[in-house]
């Protein structure tokens, strides 16, 4: 059967061409009860939901920045109930049970690391800023249980000790400090310098005896010596195996280290020597995690092809391996179960569960059987540094948005979920949805054009007037009228009833053009621009002054 895709606020179906039409009226409405889910790897949106605020911090800058947390309603049928990562400002405690999240707030900027005690219930977090604290916080209560002061412009790395009475941060100043916190005391035990290079990756030996930090082309073992961390550099080339390159990855196994390579190795050092190499991903396929596996003894590892996998004390592979890519690979793309970037930044197993976090800005769940694996989305987000415009439909309780991301996606407003998506050849950069029913959708670009598309995502109309961004966009009440703002400083407007062909160009502005809004009978236009203008303008383009005749009755909105 010809199949294609609608979405709805009872979620997203599949139904056929004949079933809905492809001008089927219905389409912001409620869908066809009559679906055909994949149980296997077909990501149901109906479990994908999207955190309050934007979490695509979890995908652009953080390794190691999705885990589990352990709570009463945990089973190992189900797995872990909840786990968290960071959105911004805030850390996201999702519940899987209630498809419910909450936050802790008490960070002040942006946070740029996470890291869970081993118990599964505190938090650590770490943030940007000229004062840059580490917060321990209750994931149950959200209570703040310490806050550790030394680092300046912001915390990169966080790792705990396997007791969980130690934990280890570090900064990124100009020298990279390392220090080791006794948390519960509040207080830091010991601190050394990492070194003018970037870290990627820390981690504590389970003895709590040794630090490893590894960055590009270099590995760092810190040992303690009074209130002092002594740094020792890992030995790798001519007198021992490897070579350097950028390691981006770390953790400790019977106190041995295990380093992920951007060569797709995983190189372990003994006494700081390089004493085995294991190509474990793709070669020049970075591994970007590597954590401790309870269930196999061994390790788990995910990597920028899109494989995780699973190791035994002896490095040897557990299972078959889960490919990403393969799993939610590109013949979903334009629909709700597409991943924009399946690279694995984190990982990290519980029982059968596998809990993962991609560089395209999702969440995954993954349980492991003998014969399969079960891959379920989790959480979406833009992936790339911006949600750069939304908008709400006009009488449906869905929101468009668009980003840095090249991507177009549709949400639902009551179900919190993501139920269509398109990807884009630039990113967006402006949103507005049809007057009345709204059943099109402008997109503004970062190029300066501008497409037109129906409620299936469907390209109905492309044209382009500026050589620069689109900033806003606006549909008259009338519905008869678009208005596009650019950087460029112009207003133009578009017949909606001609096809969008461009009636008139409103000049003047003074800088680009931040904000458009039409009188109520559609007749007048006011903007304001980047330099604090507003300024009035007809249906033609013509400049209007404030208080003149036909304006003085005008009432915008």
Known sequence: MDHQRTWSLSGFMDTTAGEIGRGAKEGWGEATEKSAHRLLTYLTPSTCRFAHCHPSLIAHRIRSNVNYLKSPNDNEKEGPSRFTYPAA???????????????????????LSLAVHPGG???????????????????????????????????????WGEDGSRLVSVGVDDSHIVALWDWRMKKMVASGIGGDGLLLAVAISEDGKTIIAVGVKQVLFFTVEGRALRSKKGLIGKNSGGKKQVFSSCAFLNNDAYVGCASGEIYKFHSRKVVAIYQAHGISEPVNSLSRCAASGGLISGGEDGLVLIWDKSMKMVGSPTDMAEDVGEERVGTAGITTDCSVVSSQMSGNFVLLGTRGGDIFEVRKTDADSYVKKMVCSHGDKHANCLASHPSELVFASSGSDKTLRIWSVRRKVLVDMRILPVSGTALGFSSGSGESLCLGMSTGGVAIFDMMLNVINTFQHSNKAITCVKYSPDGNLLAVGSEDTNIYLYSVDRGYSRTGVCRGNLGPVIHLDFSTNSRFLQSNDTDHNIMFWNQWGDSVEFGGSDAKIERTR
Do not use: C, M
């Open 121 to 159: 219930v505190y938090v650590a977090t770490g943030q940007r800023g000229n004062q840059a604290p580490v917060h321990v916080w209750n994931s149950a209560t959200l209570e703040t249980e310490a806050v550790l002061s030394l680092h300046t412009r912001g915390v990169s790395l966080l790792a």
């Open 89 to 111: 400002t805030v850390a996201v405690v999702y519940d899987k049970v209630k498809s419910s999240q909450v936050f802790y707030k008490a960070q002040t900027d942006e946070i």
